[in-house]
Every structure is written in C-alpha cells, then in structure tokens.
C-alpha cells in the first residue's frame, strides 16, 4: 500500500443493539490521505452504557465505501473498540468558562478561530460577543453558540472578543 491512498470511514453503535446502520456513520473521509483526522458529539439519544465503534481503512477507496460489515475484504481492515457513554451532569450557578486558545492576535481581513475547551456538564449555553477594541459595548455575534468561533472573513478594526458561559 502507497501512504496516502487509503480512505477511513467510522461507525458507532449508539443505540446498542449490535447493529452498525447507516445513520450511525459518524466520520467519513472524501479524500486519500496519509493523516486523517474528524471528530464527532454524542447524540442526546445514545444510551448510557459501553458502545462499540468500528474504523474501517480501505486502501482503493477515498471514502472507505464497504458494509460495516464486509466479509472477504481484501484492501484494507476494520477495528473495533469500545468505549463508555456516560450521563454528564447538570451545570449548576456560574460555569467556568476558561481561557480562549487560539488567535490572540488576528490580521485584516483574515479568518481565525478562538475556542474555550468544552465544558462537560449538560445545560452550557455559549455567547460569543465582540467590541470595538477598547470600548467595551459589546455586541452577541449572529449565531456563534458553540465553544468555538470561527471567521472566514477576519476582523476590519481593531476588535475585543469574549464568551459568556450561560447554565
């Protein structure tokens, strides 16, 4: 096999009844690579428990496109692992929300990202807001709610950015 010319799809049994569906695809690649990376959240209806996850690496397809459940497979191997969904707790009072990692500082006109690391506990709402630097009238940002934000377009002034973590 030639580095970079294998494609990786992953499924995991969420509703634990030994079966891996289609809708149970959580990360498949569209393209060959030598390093494949994605991540995935646990749906709210997974049940609690020990669940099984099932890689698949397919050496003559960028989407590793076979049956999770191929018999005589030849270009490539399937491993299986397990792992425990557990119930997070609720959030309580006020959320720490930690400290923003990525750009500190931004150019014009180019895009960055800024994230807090996840809080686990269920009920955590998250505010992206931003001000002119400085001035401190902040303004909520359309639809950032998420523990990361993300601009494709950059910033146009000198801005401040902060997230407020809501239970």
Same mark, same amino acid.
């Given at each position: 096999?030639?580095?970079?010319?294998?494609?990786?799809?992953?499924?995991?049994?969420?509703?634990?009844?030994?079966?891996?569906?289609?809708?149970?695809?959580?990360?498949?690649?569209?393209?060959?690579?030598?390093?494949?990376?994605?991540?995935?959240?646990?749906?709210?209806?997974?049940?609690?428990?020990?669940?099984?996850?099932?890689?698949?690496?397919?050496?003559?397809? @960028?989407? $590793?496109?076979?049956?999770?459940?191929?018999?005589?497979?030849?270009? +490539?191997?399937? %491993? =299986?692992?397990?792992?425990? #969904?557990?119930?997070?707790?609720?959030?309580?009072?006020?959320?720490?929300?930690?400290?923003?990692?990525?750009?500190?500082?931004?150019?014009?006109?180019?895009?960055?990202?800024?994230?807090?690391?996840?809080?686990?506990?269920?009920?955590?709402?998250?505010?992206?807001?931003?001000?002119?630097?400085?001035?401190?009238?902040?303004? @909520?940002? $359309?639809?950032?709610?998420?523990?990361?934000?993300?601009?494709?377009? +950059?910033?146009? %002034? =000198?801005?401040?950015?902060? #997230?407020?973590?809501?239970?």
């Amino acid at each position: 096999m030639k580095e970079g010319q294998q494609g990786f799809r992953i499924w995991v049994d969420w509703n634990q009844d030994g079966v891996f569906d289609a809708n149970e695809v959580v990360y498949q690649s569209s393209s060959y690579g030598g390093t494949h990376s994605g991540s995935f959240d646990v749906p709210v209806t997974a049940l609690e428990g020990e669940t099984r996850m099932r890689i698949v690496s397919h050496w003559l397809s @960028t989407s $590793a496109n076979v049956s999770p459940c191929e018999t005589g497979f030849t270009y +490539g191997e399937f %491993e =299986d692992y397990t792992f425990e #969904v557990i119930q997070l707790d609720d959030c309580s009072g006020m959320p720490m929300a930690g400290q923003i990692v990525g750009a500190s500082t931004a150019c014009l006109g180019v895009g960055f990202t800024m994230e807090i690391p996840g809080i686990l506990e269920s009920g955590i709402t998250y505010v992206w807001e931003s001000s002119p630097s400085g001035l401190n009238t902040w303004t @909520t940002i $359309a639809g950032a709610l998420s523990n990361a934000y993300t601009t494709s377009s +950059g910033i146009t %002034e =000198d801005t401040d950015y902060r #997230v407020r973590v809501i239970c």
